[in-house]
């Protein structure tokens, strides 16, 4: 018979996969996607009023949205591909600010710029099988002669 696997063995498959790629940098680009998406998207009513943001911005607003959401799975799913990802997030998100509704209304351009610097900024953590050798004393520096 077939075991069900416990919560806590997907928790440490999960955390063991958050571990190895800038997880939090994509979400945070995933975030800055979902802003910049959001008012091309959405429309408020108030009372009778309807209020509907469409331009000529939607276009580019759809564009960087998508463009954002695209660096994000890409960093999420492709680690190794996380420094070409970064640098395109980083600029999809500065290009937004001025042309996609202020950036979605500023929050969209700051989550990108941290996301992408998370990205960039992240290493993956190699392990060593070999502990590392202890001596007990401190190197030798040798002077040159």
Known sequence: MLTQPTSTDHRARFRSWRTSRPFWGGVLMALSGIC???PTFSTLRV???L???STIAGVSTLL???LMLVCACTVLLQPAARI???VAAMLVALVALPAANFGGFVVGTLLGVFGSAAALAWRSVETTTEPPIATGRAPELHSPS
């Open 36 to 38: 910049l998406l959001l």
């Open 47 to 49: 009372g009778d009023l």
């Open 51 to 53: 209020i509907s943001i």
């Open 64 to 66: 960087l949205g998508s």
């Open 84 to 86: 070409p990802a970064g």
